[in-house]
């Protein structure tokens, strides 16, 4: 069973379009993560949630929109879609919201292409 | 500001020689970790340091902190072809449930 998955693996869209992409762990995990992948293999923290809660929201841009219906779940819409946002998407969970101590576990990513 | 900075960028070896990669930081951590990332997949973790610890070992890995110089290093012994991905040190900010990642060693193992 994969325990964070993602979906869809890729997308390829065209600019100014909304696309969302759909996490979900099936781990029982409090806490669930977004991270943005640059090409350079640079990855840095979006967002993360414990208990559907938003704990960090780093400087991204308001046309990124998470939403967790439940722990399990963390979805990002993105609206208006620039050049710039083609990136690997991951999104991870970590048991706890306890700093460094917890192991993130994290999703095969999510390959967005924008044209 | 990004947080961990490894060296080297890139590490060419041969099978069952030993690889070594190095993280520095620039603030105090309580915590720093190593992930793994193979192509085109997700991270997945290897080993969790506490800053008050200053080795530690998991099967063929081996990583040593050094608080006072703000580094960190991780050895892979006797390395495999699927030793081959590239590995990222993580660093807490002791506040918050947040891992900055470094920049990443990307380690190839060749036959």
């Known amino acids: 069973d994969t325990a964070v998955s993602q979906t869809p693996k890729y997308l390829v869209t065209q600019m100014g379009n909304d696309k969302s992409i759909k996490c979900e762990q099936n781990?029982?995990?409090?806490?669930m993560y977004w991270y943005k992948q640059d090409s350079k293999k640079f990855l840095k923290i979006m967002f993360s949630?414990?208990?559907?809660?938003?704990?960090i929201n780093e400087t991204v841009p308001n046309r990124f929109s998470p939403k967790s219906p439940d722990k399990a779940h963390l979805n990002l819409h993105i609206n208006s879609l620039e050049l710039g946002d083609s990136a690997v998407y991951f999104c991870?969970?970590?048991?706890?919201?306890?700093?460094?101590?917890?192991?993130?576990?994290f999703g095969p990513g999510t390959r967005l292409l924008v044209l | 500001s990004q947080q961990g900075e490894e060296d080297p960028q890139a590490l060419s070896i041969q099978e069952g020689e030993n690889a070594t990669m190095n993280c520095s930081y620039k603030?105090?951590?309580?915590?720093l970790q190593w992930y793994r990332q193979n192509s085109g997949r997700g991270l997945v973790h290897l080993i969790l340091?506490?800053?008050?610890?200053r080795e530690k070992h998991s099967g063929r890995l081996r990583v040593t902190l050094d608080t006072s110089k703000k580094s960190s290093s991780l050895l892979i012994t006797a390395s495999r072809a699927a030793d081959t991905a590239s590995y990222f040190c993580?660093?807490?900010?002791?506040?918050?449930?947040?891992?900055?990642f470094g920049t990443g060693t990307r380690l190839q193992v060749t036959l």
């Open positions: 949630y414990n208990n559907k809660e938003l704990i």
């Open positions: 993580a660093t807490d900010l002791g506040t918050a449930s947040k891992l900055t």
């Open positions: 340091i506490r800053s008050n610890e």
């Open positions: 603030t105090s951590i309580n915590n």
């Open positions: 991870a969970s970590s048991r706890t919201l306890a700093g460094g101590l917890e192991t993130q576990y």
């Open positions: 781990l029982g995990h409090d806490t």
